[in-house]
Structure formats: C-alpha cells, structure tokens
C-alpha cells in the first residue's frame, strides 16, 4: 500500500466532479479526481443532456422546489459560454443546442397539468408559454395531428453530456490535473478522515475531501443518495425534428450525426446498470412514435441503462457534512443541467469565499433536522 496526499481530492468523476475539479483549477487550486470508472459508471453517460428547468420544478421537489427551479435557471444562463469555452479549450464538439423545448399534451388534463406548470415557472420568472397543436406544429412539423397543446419553452438548451465528459477530460489532462481510476473502498473517520483507501489497494489524504459520487458508491453521508434506474435508446432520425420534445412517456433529443434519443423510464432501487428491458425500450419507442409517427419504423443505433442519484426529497445535497467533508451529491436528472452552477457554488465554498447561489436549501441539515423534528 501506498500512501499519497492531495490539497483537494474530488472522489467522483461524473459531470458535477469534473466541472468542479476546473472551476477549482481556475481558481489555481491543486486538486485530484477519483474515478471509478466502469466499476461505477457515472450517471452522465446515461444522461440525455436536456437543460430545461422549466420542466424540473414540480411537487415531487417538496420544500427545495423553488431552489431548485433557481439552480436550474441559473445554471442554464451559464452553459452557453461555458459550452463555448470548453470547445475552444479543447477543440472538442459538445452538441450544444439553444433552440428550446416543447412538453406535448393529447388530451385536456394533460394540457391542464402542463398549464399549471407554466404558470408556476412564470411565476418564479421563467420564459414559458402554452401554445396550441397547430401552433406546435408550426415549430415542429412532424408532430402528430393528435398534439392539442404545448408548453413551449424556448430558451432551454441541450447538450450531449458524453461529449461533454470527454471534452471536461481533455481540459483537466491539458491542464495537469491528476484524474486516478480508482474506486474508493472506505473512508476515516475521526482524525483520520481526511483519509481513504481504495479497491485497487492504494491509500490517499488530502486536506480537504469532496464527495462527488454517483448512487452506487457506498459513500454517501446517511445513506441519503440511492439509485434510480433509467433506461433509454437512440433511434436514426436526421432532421426530422430540430428541439427536444416532452412527450407522455417518453422524451426525444436530436443529436448530432443524426441521432434521436428516446428516453427514460424511472424505477428507483435495483444497482443493476447493465441490463435494459426490450419492454420498457417497445413502451418508449411507441411513445416516441404517437408524437413523431415518423418514428416508429427508425433504425435503433443504441440502448443502455444508467443509474441516476435520487435523494429523498429530489433536490441535490450541498455543503459540509458533520466530519467536514464537502458535498456535491444527488442531482437525480439534472446533474448535466446543474453542473456550472454547481461547480462555481462548491469551489466558492471550498475556497472560503460566498458562493454564488444560496446552498442552505440543499445542507445535509436538512434531513437530520427533519428527523429530529
């Protein structure tokens, strides 16, 4: 066993560790990332890269929901230079696409229920707008005649977050920062916790330790981040739609080189990453086809299974816990989304500065405080 140390360890190499792990080299920061890589796959690679907060602020958010619509704004307002920043750092193509989003509605409940989204996001600030099936259609010409409304959101974006992955590696190796594909065993406690082993064997310290692991890790404080199963698909589809559409059981992403995703379906629990049911891939694919009927005969160019961090109340977990370990936890679908704000927010925290954002609605506290209420 070997020992070595670090200024700053950042044990995750997902999206939200690696756009940390820069934002902490910018600030001149000495830091290391702890990957784990096929062991524990990160969640980003599963992603579909939709940022869209406009669709991400809901009941199922319970108290932090207004925080959360707020991280999701604010870090939308980021990626455009950021996307633009990394290509010219990197030379790389991360698919960045600002053309918006439309969540479908059939029939008048589902209208109903996408009418008072909008106006709650619009409430909160949000550029959002319902228009009707024709009016949908003049944006997106494929669509079903059976679309009665939809809620247009034209400001979200997207990117293709294994683009973006390699492009945050690429940046981080140009730079010097040390990436160790290594999966963490266990951690110290006490005087020693600022000290961890690893699978492979090796011993590391650093003075001060991020958790930036995804759901699967056996790391998480309290046992709070668990894994929630998402399946999906990539159908051959160039140009036949342009934006990202939100359809009833089953969203749709253009990509570069012709490439549609199809995703996900949401099943909280199994750690199982490696299995993708053909029924659950039928049920979105038939989803995807009663929006764009010129789906449904498309050639399938990919499935896979991804593990997404869910936390109890759906908002991501921010701050110190109680062995002064920093934490950049749980982002469930959104950590794509989330990762500039959040990158800029927990290296301002790290670094002893005031962060951008308020973190106290994502504190760990929040849990332990719950219970002993």
Not at 136 to 148: M, T
Not at 287 to 295: D, E, G, I, Q
Request: some cysteine; glycine content about 12%.
């Amino acid at each position: 066993m070997r020992t070595k140390g670090f200024d700053i360890a950042i044990i995750g190499g997902g999206v939200i560790g690696l756009t940390l792990a820069r934002a902490l080299d910018d600030r001149g920061a000495k830091i290391a990332v702890i990957d784990a890589g096929p062991a524990i796959p990160p969640a980003t690679r599963a992603a579909a890269g939709m940022l869209a907060p406009s669709f991400e602020y809901g009941e199922e958010f319970g108290g932090p929901a207004d925080a959360v619509y707020h991280l999701g704004a604010c870090s939308l307002s980021m990626w455009a230079d950021y996307a633009a920043a990394l290509e010219e750092e990197t030379g790389g193509f991360v698919d960045y696409r600002n053309n918006g989003s439309l969540g479908l509605a059939y029939r008048d409940a589902q209208t109903a229920a996408l009418t008072e989204q909008a106006l709650r996001v619009q409430s909160l600030g949000g550029d959002v707008e319902m228009i009707s099936g024709d009016e949908a259609r003049k944006l997106e010409p494929s669509l079903s005649g059976n679309v009665a409304a939809a809620l247009h959101a034209p400001k979200d974006t997207q990117v293709d977050p294994r683009r973006v992955a390699a492009a945050l590696t690429a940046s981080l190796e140009r730079r010097g920062v040390e990436i160790i594909k290594a999966r963490v065993l266990s951690m110290g406690d006490g005087d020693a916790s600022h000290h961890f082993v690893t699978v492979e064997g090796d011993s590391y310290e650093a003075e001060k330790i991020v958790l930036a692991a995804g759901a699967v890790s056996g790391l998480t404080p309290m046992g709070l981040v668990y894994p929630v199963k998402g399946e999906a698909a990539a159908i051959a589809g160039d140009g036949v739609i342009t934006r990202v559409l939100r359809a009833p059981g089953a969203y749709l992403c253009p990509k570069a080189e012709g490439r549609v995703v199809i995703g996900a379906t949401e099943e909280i629990g199994p750690f199982d990453h490696h299995s993708v049911s053909p029924a659950a891939i039928a049920g979105l694919r038939a989803n995807a086809a009663r929006a764009v009927p010129a789906f449904e005969a498309a050639t399938e160019l990919e499935r896979w299974a991804g593990l997404r961090p869910g936390t109890p109340d759906g908002a991501p977990i921010m701050g110190i816990d109680e062995k002064g370990r920093y934490l950049a936890l749980g982002h469930y679908r959104n950590g794509v989304l989330h990762a500039p704000a959040t990158a800029e927010a927990v290296a301002a925290l790290i670094l002893g500065e005031t962060p951008p954002i308020d973190l106290a609605p994502f504190s760990p506290a929040r849990f332990s405080s719950g219970r002993d209420g």
